[in-house]
């Protein structure tokens, strides 16, 4: 049995930061609202993702969303490889399916293992870029949030960390993981 759609989210700031800005993909038809958080939206056209979050200027963090039918179709047509492939080269990034995994074992229209399969694959293949199933719409967007808020906050302590040491915040071309390197000194 599914639980009812009404969760009641938290309305606490996420990662404490008072008034977020959020990126919405100007493509996003039904786009989340966000009510009830301190968030700002921005229609913009992004380069990957649906929603994303601005550091200085950069694009530091996306949020790809999906519902199961289109995670579905975006897999099989081969959409879904390229999507995350553009999403590994952020700093932070991920997929948000509004669904639970456990539905993927119910469809009907194809088979349940090769969707499994292709998750699994994607997901060896971009360990850095996760695929989060939040079971509604309502969750999805709430985790939506409280990710985005999260890369803020990393952004941010990272550049700060990165400038004291004269780093700069590269992404590794195998894995997605951010890391510092140090700057060359002439």
Known sequence: MRPPHNVSTPTARA???????I???TREQYAYRFSG???????????????GLTVDGRLVAAVERKSLPDMVSSLIN???????GELASLPRAAV???????????LDWVRPATIADGLAELQVRWPGVPIVFCETSQ?????????????HAWASTEAAHAERLGASIVREEHGGHARRTAAEHE
């Open 15 to 21: 990662a404490g930061i008072a008034e977020l800005e």
């Open 23 to 25: 990126l919405v993909d």
């Open 37 to 51: 958080q301190q968030v700002v939206t921005v229609k913009r056209a992004l380069p990957c993702g649906d929603y």
């Open 78 to 84: 081969g959409t879904l490889r390229y999507a995350l």
């Open 96 to 106: 948000v399916v509004e669904d639970r995994y456990s539905q993927v074992f119910k």
């Open 139 to 151: 969750l999805a967007e709430e985790w939506t949030y409280r990710y985005l808020a999260a890369a």
